[in-house]
Antibody, heavy 124, light 107 residues
């Protein structure tokens, strides 16, 4: 089963850019979509967006132009960059694989493999 | 955005109890509804997709039902390893959205 692991700084200063990388092992990144999801303390899960291995991206409009998700197929990794962070961006950040499952003649996108999550705190 | 509302937000139950969690979408999402389980410090785990299809390896005591706007996750006989937080998620349209979670605790 594919494994995912987030890495990156656990502390980011306000107004700076948050950067995280997700390393995919026991499977190829050259298929499926690859997502970032976050959970602020005491709040629910928030889907940030995803990237296809071809480089096509879809972002959550709530993040406007602050978010960039990119893929590095040669290293089996994908990355998140979130610009101009504030305390509201403090959260546990998860990377996940979005795969298409077929059931009853329909295809459903599911987040079928997740990383353990990494806490990023925004503070000076 | 499609809003997903779960109820209850938490519940207390005993081993071997039947547990039902509901999830309501703010508009019809057909059967594009997934359920996840999350335990502290662990990666979330996919339980159900397409509203009612059991993910491979998930015990048969878990089941899902519903379509349109109303969905349920049922655990037929709660086991000690089932104490966790459960989330619904719609993949009908982006941005994908989650319910706020239901924490299942030991009574």
């Amino acid at each position: 089963q594919v494994q995912l692991q987030e890495s990156g700084p656990g502390l980011v200063k306000p107004s700076e850019t948050l950067s995280l990388t997700c390393t995919v092992s026991d499977g190829s990144i050259s298929d499926h979509y690859w997502s970032w999801i976050r959970q602020p303390p005491g709040k629910g899960l928030d889907w940030m967006g995803h990237v296809h291995y071809s480089g096509t991206t879809i972002y959550n409009p709530s993040l406007k132009s602050r978010v960039t998700i990119s893929v590095d197929t040669s290293n089996n990794q994908f990355s998140l960059r979130l610009a101009s962070v504030t305390a509201a961006d403090t959260a546990v950040y998860y990377c996940a694989r979005a795969a298409r499952y077929y059931y009853d003649s329909s295809g459903y996108y599911v987040l079928d493999s997740w990383g353990q999550g990494t806490l990023v705190t925004v503070s000076s | 955005d499609i809003q997903m509302t779960q109820s209850p937000s938490s519940l207390s139950a005993s081993v071997r109890d039947r547990v039902t969690i509901t999830c309501r979408a703010s508009q019809s999402i057909s059967s594009y509804l997934n359920w996840y389980q999350r335990k502290p410090g662990r990666a979330p785990k996919l339980l159900i997709y397409g509203a009612s299809s059991l993910q491979s390896g998930v015990p048969s005591r878990f089941s899902g039902s519903g379509s349109g706007t109303d969905f349920t996750l049922t655990i037929s006989s709660l086991q000690p390893e089932d104490f966790a937080t459960y989330y619904c998620q719609q993949s009908y349209s982006t941005p994908w959205t989650f319910g706020q979670g239901t924490k299942v605790e030991i009574k």
